[in-house]
Structures are given as C-alpha cells and as structure tokens.
C-alpha cells in the first residue's frame, strides 16, 4: 500500500517548455488534488477532482490543466512553463471531496523553471 | 481574502518547552480544524483535529485549544523534542459542506537539542 505517489521528484524546465506530473493513489478514494506550496504562502489549491470524471478549479488554476485519468491517477499539466511556476507540486487524495475528510498527500515533486 | 491567519511565521523552542502556534479565522461556518505537520521533504499529513463542541483535544504531548467566542485556535507541544522540528499547518472547513479546506501559511517550527 504505497498511498499516493507522484513523479518525477524533481524537474527543471526552461520557459515555454512543457511538461505533466504524475499522481496516483491506491487508497480507493475518489477525490483528488493538486496543491503548490510556495514559501510564505502555505499550500494553494490549484485543481481537483471530486470524483472521476470530474474536475474544478481551485484558488491558483491559471496557468495549468488537469486530467483526471481514472479513479487511481490524476494529472498536472504546464502548457507552456514560466518562472512563476517553480514551486514544490503536492498531489493529495480523499475519500470523498468533504472539507473535514483527511487528505492523504504524496511526497511532492519540486519543480524548477529557469 | 484570507480565511485562516497562522501565527508566527517561525518558531524556535528549546528542546523540553512549549511550542505554541496560533490561528485565527473568519468564517463563522467553519465547524472542523484540523492541523497538519509537514516534514522536510515529505508531504503534509494530518496531526490532529478539533470539532468546536469541545474546547481542548489532547493526543499525547499534542493539544488543540479552540476558543469560539475569539474564532481562535491553536496547537500546544508540551516536552518539545527535536523530532517535532516540522512545520505545521492549521486548517478550517465547514462539516458536511463540499468546501475545500483551507490552510493557514505555515509555521516553521525548530526544536533545538
């Protein structure tokens, strides 16, 4: 039972380039999440998914897109990377997408764009 | 708009004192906060939580006292050790409603030996 799991660990891109992180979990829930934390700014939603087959927007979602696969895997999308995106990507997952179920988070992918 | 104020921002405790972290939210619907500790290089993972029908929840050297005439709540370690070197989220959400949750900034906490 690996919980959730992301990759790659880390990435450096260039500006303008693209790329997608990686989430899945193998707890049976049906809602997940993506969040960035950036010093001084805790953790801002950017995505998520109450369910499959569905997805919203968050506080921060400009920029990014979202696939929600399948009930396991959820994915983060930069079209067209710039420097304001470097951060640390913490994917997490939930039973259902109620504010006090327990959010299981992954160990997070650092992401670096020059 | 900020829904929930963390503070301090940092925080150093000598190992064996009481580290304390505050916060403070608007919204009056809130009915559930939760912290979550975070360690270096790991995700976040839920510590403790709190309903407002009681003033104080203990789980070993953790303790969450809420007051709900101030709309305050915060996280005591008692006995802090090294190990506890983390930083620590609050958080707020409404229960039974489809609301995210949502987090304070973060607290740096740095127990030294």
């Known amino acids: 039972n690996a919980g959730v799991t992301q990759t790659p660990k880390f990435q450096v891109l260039k500006t303008g380039q693209s790329m997608t992180l990686q989430c899945a979990q193998d707890?049976?829930?049906?809602?997940m999440y993506w969040y960035r934390q950036d010093p001084g700014m805790g953790l801002r939603l950017i995505y998520y998914s109450a369910s499959e087959g569905t997805t919203d927007k968050g506080e921060v979602p400009n920029g990014y897109n979202v696939s929600r696969l399948n009930k396991r895997e959820f994915s983060l999308r930069l079209e067209s990377a710039a420097p304001s995106q470097t951060s640390v990507y913490f994917c997490?997952?939930?039973?259902?997408?109620?504010?006090?179920?327990?959010?299981?988070f992954g160990p997070g992918t650092r992401l670096t764009v020059l | 708009q900020q829904q929930v104020k963390q503070s301090p921002q940092s925080l150093i405790v000598q190992k064996g004192g009481i580290s304390i972290i505050n916060c403070a939210y608007e919204n009056t619907a809130f009915d559930y906060f939760p912290w979550y500790q975070q360690f270096p290089g790991k995700g976040p993972a839920l510590l403790i939580a709190?309903?407002?029908?009681?003033s104080e929840k203990k789980e070993g050297r953790f303790t969450i006292s809420f007051n709900k005439s101030a709309k305050q709540f915060s996280l005591h370690i008692m006995d802090s050790q090294p190990g506890d070197s983390a930083t620590y989220f609050c958080a707020a959400a409404k229960h039974g409603g489809s609301e995210k949750l949502v987090f304070g900034k973060g607290t740096k906490l740095t127990v030294n030996p």
């Open positions: 707890m049976n829930h049906n809602s």
């Open positions: 709190i309903r407002p029908d009681v």
């Open positions: 997490a997952s939930s039973v259902q997408a109620r504010g006090t179920d327990t959010q299981y």
